[in-house]
T-cell receptor, first 109, second 113 residues
Framework: GQNIDQPTEMTATEGAIVQINCTYQTSGFNGLFWYQQHAGEAPTFLSYNVLDGLEEKGRFSSFLSRSKGYSYLLLKELQMKDSASYLCAVMDSNYQLIWGAGTKLIIKP | DGGITQSPKYLFRKEGQNVTLSCEQNLNHDAMYWYRQDPGQGLRLIYYSQIVNDFQKGDIAEGYSVSREKKESFPLTVTSAQKNPTAFYLC????????????FGPGTRLTVL
């Protein structure tokens, strides 16, 4: 079967760095996506990785290792507004997104 | 402004009633999707459409129906056959091209009383 695993909840301190991991087993791979979702709102697109390596976009970076079925989202200089759920999703061989349950990130002052 | 709109944001219905959730996009995207989100679970695909006048069942299509008569519109009907319809419903459209990203509307929270 297809499976995306990510931690249920993480806590970090304002100004610090946090890494959210995602491991996946899917039928085929056509890219991995990270989305941010604030409570009660829709997911918003953060990043897309299809090749191995690190993609940096401001305070957010995303890493992919296809051979290990592994990705992480790195958030630097954490701000209180970064408190949200972070969703990992993999596009499978049918170009459908398979979603993880999300990681709720709590930022403390 | 280009984007995806869903209405209404909150919807209450009595058990046994059908209800239609609207989704409109002006991004000129061909593909559109309906997901359901429940607490503690990943998004689950209900239906998707790659092109006008064509749509496919997703993983949890039972109790739902859709139509795609126009490129811009992909309404979802939650029928009385859906056993547990209370959820957050999200519509998305896909950009295609190099990044092939799905973008979401604001969602409709449906509560069945």
């Amino acid at each position: 079967g297809q499976n995306i695993d990510q931690p249920t909840e993480m806590t970090a301190t304002e100004g610090a760095i946090v890494q959210i991991n995602c491991t996946y087993q899917t039928s085929g791979f056509n890219g991995l996506f990270w989305y941010q979702q604030h409570a009660g709102e829709a997911p918003t697109f953060l990043s897309y990785n299809v090749l191995d390596g690190l993609e940096e976009k401001g305070r957010f970076s995303s890493f992919l290792s296809r051979s290990k079925g592994y990705s992480y989202l790195l958030l630097k200089e954490l701000q209180m507004k970064d408190s949200a759920s972070y969703l990992c999703a993999v596009m499978d061989s049918n170009y459908q997104l398979i979603w993880g349950a999300g990681t709720k990130l709590i930022i403390k002052p | 402004d280009g984007g995806i709109t869903q209405s209404p944001k909150y919807l209450f219905r009595k058990e046994g009633q059908n209800v239609t959730l609207s989704c409109e996009q002006n991004l000129n995207h061909d593909a559109m999707y309906w997901y359901r989100q429940d607490p503690g679970q990943g998004l689950r695909l209900i239906y998707y459409s790659q092109i006008v006048n064509d749509f496919q069942k997703g993983d949890i299509a039972e109790g739902y129906s859709v139509s795609r008569e126009k490129k811009e519109s992909f309404p979802l009907t939650v029928t009385s056959a859906q056993k547990n319809p209370t959820a957050f419903y999200l519509c998305a459209s896909r950009s295609g091209g190099e990044s092939d990203t799905q973008y979401f509307g604001p969602g409709t929270r449906l509560t069945v009383l």
